[in-house]
């Protein structure tokens, strides 16, 4: 099984990145599929969630309409579209697979996003 992100990097304030998460090894649309970001020093925490079938997503409120998750099944791959960045959105970004009514769940390694100036 794994879940490997791409696409973090250093960013300035008010931009964009887009980041994406490949899964391998298990049955991709069985499982929700979420990110989480962990800041320094602090909790990790939730940011994004989607559907099976992709019908679905919600969002923490600190990202609300300015980051967006979409999910592919055909191509296996979950990515989060982080627009006009903050500060406080430097983090190492997560994905995670849960399936539903199990105990079943996968972490990815992280990508670091940095927004600075």
């Known amino acids: 099984v794994q879940l490997v992100e791409s696409g973090g990097g250093l960013v300035q304030p008010g931009g964009s990145l887009r980041l994406s998460c490949s899964a391998s090894?298990?049955?991709?649309?069985?499982?929700?599929m979420k990110w989480y970001r962990q800041a320094p020093g602090k909790e990790r925490e939730w940011v994004a969630g989607?559907?099976?079938?992709?019908?679905?997503?919600d969002y923490s409120e600190s990202v609300k309409g300015r980051f967006f998750i979409s999910r592919d099944n055909r191509r296996r791959t979950v990515s989060l579209q982080m627009n006009s960045l903050k500060v406080e959105d430097t983090a190492v970004y997560y994905c995670?697979?849960?399936?539903?009514?199990?105990?079943?769940?996968?972490w990815g390694q992280g990508t670091q996003v940095t927004v600075s100036s």
């Open positions: 995670k697979a849960e399936a539903l009514g199990s105990n079943s769940e996968y």
């Open positions: 090894g298990f049955t991709f649309h069985y499982y929700v």
């Open positions: 989607v559907t099976r079938d992709g019908g679905v997503k």
